[in-house]
Each structure stands twice: as C-alpha cells, then as structure tokens.
C-alpha cells in the first residue's frame, strides 16, 4: 500500500502561484511514478503533470505546460507540483496518484494509477 497526502491548495487570483505537496508513506516510493490530476465540478478528472520514478521524464497537459512544473524529491517521498501564471480555469480539486514504474500504458491515463490521495481544492479568483 502506498498512502498519498496533499497540501498547498488554497484561494489564489489570477497570475498567481501555488505549489503542492504530496507526501507519500508506505512501499518504496521511487518505485512509483507520480502523476497529478484535476476534477472541477460536473467534470472528469483530467491529466495534468506526471514524473517517472527518477524524475528524468516529466509529462504535461497542453492546457498546463509552460505554467505548471512537476517535481520530486525521492529522499523526503514528496512530489511537487509548482503552479504558476493561474488561470480561473485551473480551479478544481488537485489529486496525486501513484503507479509501479513496470505499468505498461501511458502516465497520463487515470486507469493506470493505483493509488490516490484524498485531493486539495485550488480555487483560481479572477
């Protein structure tokens, strides 16, 4: 089992910044790939970033890259997600996922996850 634990999430006007923080507890966390993930109200959830167990692939949605940037920090078991030039449309609840590194399919795809953290609401004023 790995137990994931969001933070940062907060009420922020446009153009500002956020970061989150997911704090991973139980199996081997560089074992994992990272991903986050968004679900604004009467919508799926959607891709947003992933990192690949060393951190030497990173993955973004279109809607998110040059803006938002993926991270991770093996020795604490943390992954970041810096977010940057906020947009209202980037409100949602913010979800961090987990899945083994020797998973076939894409990152971006929730299917592929096994585990999920309770998620953080970022709320984006205009």
């Known amino acids: 089992q790995v137990q994931l634990v969001e933070s940062g999430g907060g009420l922020v006007q446009a153009g500002g910044s956020l970061r989150l923080s997911c704090a991973a507890s139980?199996?081997?966390?560089?074992?994992?790939?990272m991903g986050w993930f968004r679900q604004a109200p009467e919508k799926e959830r959607e891709f947003v970033a992933a990192i690949s167990w060393s951190g030497s692939n990173t993955y973004y949605a279109d809607s998110v890259k040059g803006r938002f940037t993926i991270s991770r920090d093996n020795a604490k078991n943390t992954v970041y997600l810096q977010m940057n030039s906020l947009k209202p449309d980037d409100t949602a609840v913010y979800y961090c996922?987990?899945?083994?590194?020797?998973?076939?399919?894409?990152?971006?795809?929730?299917?592929?996850?096994?585990?999920w953290g309770q998620g953080t609401q970022v709320t984006v004023s205009s």
């Open positions: 139980g199996r081997t966390f560089s074992s994992y790939t």
């Open positions: 996922a987990a899945r083994h590194y020797s998973r076939s399919g894409s990152p971006r795809s929730t299917s592929g996850y096994d585990y």
